[in-house]
Nanobody, 125 residues
């Protein structure tokens, strides 16, 4: 069974940085999967934060995180990271990584096949 496990969440002051990591394990490699990071704040719907095609050439970022967050992947290690800089209190949420079967250049917004359980990020003002 494929598992995605997030790590790296925590409490940080506004303006600080965190790096989230997602490790994939199981009978498949995420090499041919697009990967994404989503978040869900209390009382709000889950939203897409960033996606990366399985070739690593194409990315998508939600407008509020552009220029602050960077998604990356290490296919050899089967990991996906999200570097978050200049964090704001509005970034407070549970962050989830996900993987989707996709064409090589695709950065899907939905239809993800596998999900992690999430890691809490709290940004204090």
């Amino acid at each position: 069974q494929v598992q995605l496990v997030e790590s790296g969440g925590g409490l940080v002051q506004a303006g600080g940085s965190l790096r989230l990591s997602c490790a994939a394990s199981g009978p498949i490699s995420v090499v041919r999967y697009a990967v994404g990071w989503f978040r869900q704040a209390p009382g709000k719907e889950r939203e897409l934060v960033a996606t990366l095609s399985w070739t690593g050439r194409n990315t998508y970022y939600e407008d509020s995180v552009k220029g602050r967050f960077t998604i990356s992947r290490d296919n050899a290690k089967n990991t996906v990271d999200l570097q978050m800089n200049s964090l704001k209190p509005d970034d407070t949420a549970v962050y989830y990584c996900a993987a989707a079967l996709a064409t090589p250049q695709a950065t899907p917004k939905d239809g993800y096949d596998y999900w992690g359980h999430g890691t809490q990020v709290t940004v204090s003002s």
